[in-house]
Structures are given as C-alpha cells and as structure tokens.
C-alpha cells in the first residue's frame, strides 16, 4: 500500500509554544489529507480535511486559529498547534486519499504530543 | 453530519472462536465503509471494505456484511488468534470524509 510519512514521532514541549507536525505521501499525489486527533482509548475524531492548494475545512468544534493547518503541495501536509497547553496533549493522526481515489485513506504513523 | 455507534467497546473470545463487531449510521449517503485494526500506539490499518453495491464480503478468515436499508455493517472474524487481539474501528465515509466508530478493544484469549 501507499506510504505516509509522519514528522516528528514524539514531541514534549512547555506550555504556549507552537507545535508542527508534518505528514508526507511518499509514493503517491495527495490530494486530500485528513488530520485526526486520538486521545487514550478512545476513537479517531476528525479535525480538519485539507485539499492542496486550498483552505482547510474544519470539523465543528475544532478552532482553525488554532490548529493551523497548511496543504502547500501534493505530498505535504502541515499542522500546527499553536500556544500548546496540556489539554492539547494528543496523538494526532494524519492520512491521504491520493489522486484518482475516493476512498481508501492511507495513515501515518502518528505524532505524540506532550504539553508540561 | 455523520453518526457512528460501534458496539461492543470491549469483547473477549477464546481462542478459535468467532468474534462479530457491529456499526450503525445514520447519513445514507455513506457509501464506502472501511474497518481499521489498530495496534497500541501505532496507525489503523485497513483490514476490510465494502461499498453500497455490495451486501458482503470476505477475506480469509474476515468477513464484513453491509445491510444499507438497516445502516448497519458488521464484521466477522472466525478461528481467532491471540494476533487478532486489538482495536478494531469501523468507519462510514461519502468519498469526501471518514466518521469513525468509537472502537472496539478485542482479546483473544489463548
């Protein structure tokens, strides 16, 4: 299957910093990407989808100032979380539907974020 | 927007049997739905799909049913092993977005 990249693995950092967490497709255009957050134990709740080129479309509840996110080109995918308190503390979870499918999401292999 | 239940969140079987996860929804314009095998700390993998124009299907020892008039799916997974053990998800998706099921957490017991 398709191959999506995600950078860094884990990340700890202090309260009110912004965090960036990149997703490559390595293989394959994507067109759409999907950021997911998972919290312990508990199921994937989308955050955003994100086409290339334009602005992200965010699911209700989901602050868009505040998890910035940025769909540049094909293969990359960007979000920041930005002033990062513990409650932000998450596995964040991105995927891409590549060019030509509708369907099957490929994922990453997700980004642990700890916030003291 | 789209509701997924998943039921049970937690099933234990022994080994060899069969275990079945069941999903409703409620947006009917759903038509591509995808169960995910997930391991502890690690990404979903796609185990299974099906589509609106299909009523079942199987996979070795997998098998997933769809019944659209009732906005439930199903899978099934006979001769369990102590591999299978892990949280399965389900998802409903209309091409453009995914809503996933709030998992269930399989042990096989050996």
């Known amino acids: 299957g398709a191959v999506v990249s995600q950078h860094p693995s884990r990340v700890i950092c202090k309260s009110g910093t912004s965090v960036k967490i990149e997703c490559r497709s390595l293989?394959?255009?994507?067109?759409?990407m999907f950021w997911y957050r998972q919290f312990p134990k508990q199921s994937l709740m989308l955050m955003a989808t994100s086409n290339e080129g334009s602005k992200a479309t965010y699911e209700q509840g989901v602050e868009k100032d505040k998890f910035l996110i940025n769909h540049a080109s094909l293969t990359l995918s960007t979000l920041t979380v930005t002033s990062a308190h513990p409650e932000d503390s998450s596995f964040y979870i991105c995927?891409?539907?590549?060019?030509?499918?509708?369907?099957?999401?490929?994922f990453g292999p997700g980004t642990r974020l700890t916030v003291l | 927007g789209e509701n997924v239940e998943q039921h049970p969140s937690t099933l234990s079987v022994q080994e060899g049997d069969s275990a079945v996860i069941k999903c409703t929804y409620s947006d009917s314009a759903s038509n591509y739905f995808p169960w995910y095998k997930q391991e502890l700390g690690k990404r979903p993998q796609l185990i299974i799909d099906?589509?609106?124009?299909?009523g079942e299907k199987k996979d070795q020892r997998i098998a997933v049913t769809l019944n659209k008039t009732a906005k439930h799916f199903s899978l099934h997974i006979t001769e369990t092993q102590p591999e299978d053990s892990a949280v399965y998800f389900c998802?409903?998706?209309?091409?453009?977005?995914?809503?996933f099921g709030t998992g269930t957490s399989l042990t096989v017991i050996p």
């Open positions: 293989d394959f255009q994507a067109t759409t």
């Open positions: 998802a409903a998706s209309t091409g453009n977005q995914f809503y």
């Open positions: 099906i589509r609106s124009n299909v």
């Open positions: 995927s891409s539907i590549g060019a030509g499918r509708t369907d099957t999401q490929y």
